[in-house]
């Protein structure tokens, strides 16, 4: 199991931290670092930022949003990156959720979401292996566009740029079972939101195909220290954001994917603490059997116990949000 590094989203600016942390996760040897976006930041270009300051580290979105530009655009945006960086882009895509693809990007959530994802990885795929010009006889992606309101003349059109590699990573952050059975057959890899090593059944249905070399690549928030409930309580934070209110209260597929993992009447308390203003009471109403199974948090030694349940499983690559060079060295001691 190799380790990533996962550095997220920005709050209100950038972090001075990123970079050191990045350069130091290098020279510990994790194989990858991993940057996010919502709707502040992009994922894009603090990866290159990084790719500037480090010579072997893989860079990966996990994830850029689908609806934050059009499948070539990312397609270019990764070739792009690829090429400045010597070949170490990874591309992790995700439809985000109805509240922010319209309200904050300004158009309609895709009514059949496995449609629109297939298109796009279609796309993507056809300008990096850049064999001829790139057509979608697709819904929601057409190439060249048709509808009623064009002009009719637009133009299949090739890459001019040749991408570095035409086999450039493609994975794809689903929560949804259909979502994670199709991601294992038009994808290099997945991104789970929530893990678990105690609940692998969850996903069981949806990886009976999975192909060999498809890279699993969960994100797991670490902290080596000696108090667990202290620790535990940023993964609860996270949890009762994205939980209570990265999504809208009849459709929140963050609230659901918890349900699913067993814990159906606690994530609807915690969307109504949060839809009803009480964030803190949602925060702490996150149970913290929950938090703890999806995280690494504890003394070395606890730590140690836990991650080889990561091990054993089918995870491929841990994704960690770690705070400090502590925390990274240790894992990585731990996981040599």
């Known amino acids: 199991m190799r380790l990533g590094l996962a550095l997220g989203y920005w709050g209100r600016g950038p972090s001075a931290d990123h970079v050191p942390l990045v350069q130091e996760a290098e020279r510990l040897g994790y194989d990858s670092v991993w940057t996010a976006e919502s709707w502040g930041s992009d994922a894009f270009t603090p990866l290159t930022w990084i790719a500037a300051r480090t010579s072997r580290i893989k860079l990966g979105t996990a994830v850029a949003q689908m609806a934050a530009r059009s499948p070539t655009t990312t397609a270019m945006h990764a070739l792009t990156l690829d090429h400045l960086s010597g070949g170490r882009a990874m591309l992790g895509l995700g439809l985000s959720g109805p509240q922010v693809v319209e309200g904050w990007y300004g158009r309609p959530f895709p009514k059949s979401p496995l449609t629109a994802t297939r298109e796009y990885v279609d796309v993507i795929r056809q300008v990096l292996r850049r064999e001829g010009p790139v057509e979608v006889d697709g819904r929601y992606h ?111 597929f963050h609230a659901d994917l918890m349900a699913r993992m067993g814990y159906e009447e606690e994530a609807r308390r915690i969307q109504r603490l949060f839809l009803d203003g009480r964030r803190e009471e949602a925060v702490l109403a996150v149970p913290d059997s929950f938090a703890d199974e999806i995280s690494l948090v504890g003394p070395r030694e606890r730590i140690a116990e836990r991650l080889e349940s990561w091990r054993k499983g089918p995870v491929t690559d841990l994704l960690v949000l770690a705070p400090d060079p502590h925390t990274l060295r240790v894992l990585a001691e731990l996981n040599s």
């Not at 994975?171 to 057959?185: D, M, V």
């Not at 993964?235 to 929140?252: D, E, P, Q, T």
């Open 142 to 252: 057409p190439l060249p566009y048709d509808g009623p309101d064009g002009t009719g003349i637009g133009k299949a059109l090739k890459p001019i740029t040749h991408p570095l590699r035409a086999d450039l990573p493609v994975l794809l952050g689903a929560e949804g079972p259909k979502n994670i059975a199709q991601t294992t057959r038009i994808a290099d890899g997945w991104l789970p939101l929530y893990w678990s090593p105690s609940r692998t059944d969850v996903y069981e249905a949806s990886l009976t195909d999975v192909p060999e070399g498809f890279l699993i690549a969960p994100m797991a928030r670490a902290r080596v220290c000696d108090d667990v409930a202290e620790g535990l309580l940023p993964v609860k934070a996270m949890l009762g954001f994205y939980i209570g209110g990265m999504g809208h209260a009849r459709r929140n």
